[in-house]
């Protein structure tokens, strides 16, 4: 079968084409044929040699879509479309290759009225902004900021949020052609920081109140910046780090609203509270609460041209690689 591997964690050159055995399926796992496989900000984090825990050489990827060829049973039936997110492509080979063995516990079934490109950028994003969401105590009639409407943290945190009831879901971009994007696809509360300040755009949607919820996945300044418009006793979350590790945090930012924050690690996540979010996200793609969005899509061999894409280009949307050779006509 074919891979995109990592052989140096060198940056984008490290990546090469391979040919390697379809993997065996053992106890406990499934055997998947890929055909779309989602690009994240965290490959090109590996790929730069800038994760704890990956050694090259290592196949990235760690979420897809693709088709059960064995080892199903009645769960997923041989010929169920799959979604899935796990430990691939961090710690053990992931999905830019042809075929995975992928744990049952990972497994999610494609909803019928969601296609296998935007199933492949589903997991992650939604996953883990449901997962930060319920840490955080949403409920309806809350209100959540997530920035970087563009990105798949933010786009996903604000599409949970409006969808499950919150009094104003929150995002915001630096970029003003994005912004215009933003509100043409119904996003209507996204804040342009070429025009305001993130806390002043957050006071201004909010007659004054703040957000309740920061849901941040880019670090950097926008993380700080995003402190300071918390609500009283609200409640932020970092689990990015796009933008940049380093921040310089406002103490007053949390001294004076009797605010918190804490880190989220979806690798560290119970099983248990994955299956929760899982029910959720499924139920709102079913009902078309919630929309993928996919800026692009690349075949398996230009996963590097994908990579470059999706961090330098920055744009509104996940970008997928098409890794079937049926699927993506051959191209590849």
Known sequence: MRAMRAETFSGYQGLKLIELPKPAVTDGKLLVRMTVAGVTPLDHTILSGKFHGSKAPLILGNEGAGVVEEGGGTDFPVGARVMFFGAYGAFEDGTYREWVAVRKEDLCLIPDNIDDVSAAGIPVAYLTAQVALTLAGFRAGKTVLAPAIGGSIGNAVTQLARALGATHAISSTTNHAKAEQAKALGFNEVIDTSLEKLGDGVRRITSGYGADIVIDGIGGEVLSEALGALALEG???????????????????????????????????????????????????????????????????????????LVEGRPFGRVVLTVSRQFDGGKT
């Open 235 to 309: 409640r932020a979350t970092t689990l990015g780090y796009s933008a940049s590790r380093q921040t310089t945090i406002d103490v007053t930012n949390l001294i004076v609203p009797q605010a918190s924050i804490r880190g989220l690690n979806m690798f560290a996540q119970p099983k248990a509270s994955i299956r929760a979010a899982w029910k959720v996200i499924v139920s709102l793609l079913k009902s078309g609460a919630i929309k993928p969005i996919v800026a692009k899509t690349f075949p398996l061999t230009e996963a590097a041209d994908a990579l470059r894409y």
